[in-house]
């Protein structure tokens, strides 16, 4: 499952190291049409499901404690209280305001919890590859989060949005030629494209790692011949280290798409740019 | 179009693909991963979560207000207790005061009763004794009459036979001495 590629080829007693076919596995259904699925396609249609189910448990706690008028909550439920808190207040609340924050608030759960639940699937046994490794999700997310942000701007500020934007006040007017075209770069061009490409290369990398680690343990192991062999203790801790890392870095692209995403929201209501 | 057909070949000799262009369903599959996640989050968890908080916050502030009127009534209650206690007292005291005042009267008219039968005790007695006295001494004037005649005649030798002489002289007799006890 790491690599069947891989481990194919080390059966022939020479070790391979992983590519980029990994995030590209062998079509299982409708091959050919735009709802082709493999592996990492399941992956994610499970993670919605799971996403839902869980969410779905936590809701119907928070609904019947307001039916039965309890307000000490259960642990099952602090944690989901913590969970989507956590979003509310120290992501939303924090950078747009209750009032702003609760508007945005949808999205930026969904993004939040969306990421975070494709990026884990890369260190969970059996998956082993994070939803977000093909550039899908983090192209749809970074685009809505584009959409999004310029939709707050124009919807508070207009046309004069892109113009403050992109003719920032307080510079001298010749001024504009050089800054112009950077705030264009960095403003509509960059952002969506650094949001992407940040997610996106994080977790092949944490993929390419691990499997780098653990197919290397196989071959050490397995095929290696004497001392050699030693070397697959080296290469399973180092797995065991980065399978840690990656469930930080889980946990911390999902933290930094969603705040990224609230601070773009939250520069475009800004009054002065 | 071109990584899909990447991917269902055999890697050798293949193009490598790039992963920065998507797949047609890898666009399709996020979309509708979103989409429905962003539909579940915004219109089923997060108007449940927002109004169990409300409702949370709502119930605390209602607790806190329902505990604070339990308090001032408790405290009314408490003034109410001490009021009563303190008319208790000052009623306690009073019948105790009366009572004492009470006793010493009914005391001193045992007293002045009591001093009273005394006194018509010693009255009576007196009188009795007084009448009984008189009894007596009426008693014995006729016995000592009798006697100090019968002595007398048997000293003279004669027999008085005239009683109301006797008697006469008996009085007499009797008079002088009560005459001469009387001086």
Redesign the interface.
Known sequence: MLSALSLFRAEDGEFSPPSIFEFYPEIVAFAGTPFAINRIMMIRLIVMVLLIVIFWLWTAKFNKAVKTGNVVPGRFQLLGELALNFVRKSIAHDQLGEKDGDRFLPLLTTIFFMVFGMNITGVIPFANIAGTSVIGIPLVLAGVAYVTFIYAGTKKHGIRFFKNSLFPSGVPKPFYILVTPIELLSTFILRPVTLALRLLMNMIAGHLLLVLCFSATQFFFFQADGLLSLFGVGTLLFGFAFTLFEILVSVLQAYVFTLLTTVYIQLALADEH | MI??I???VA?EGAE??N?????????????V??V???V???F???P?????LD??AQ??EG?LADAEAAQKAAEARTAEVEADKAQLRAESSSIREDARAEGAAILAELKQQAAKDAERLSESTKASLLAERDSAANALRGEIGALAIELASRIVGEKLDDDKVANRVVDEFIAELEGKKAK
């Open positions: 990584s899909r990447l991917a269902a890697p490598t693909p992963p920065l262009l998507p797949a047609d369903y890898d666009i399709l599959w996020s979309s991963v979103f429905v996640l962003l579940f989050f915004w089923k968890v997060l449940g979560f927002k109004k169990m409702e949370r119930a605390i607790r």
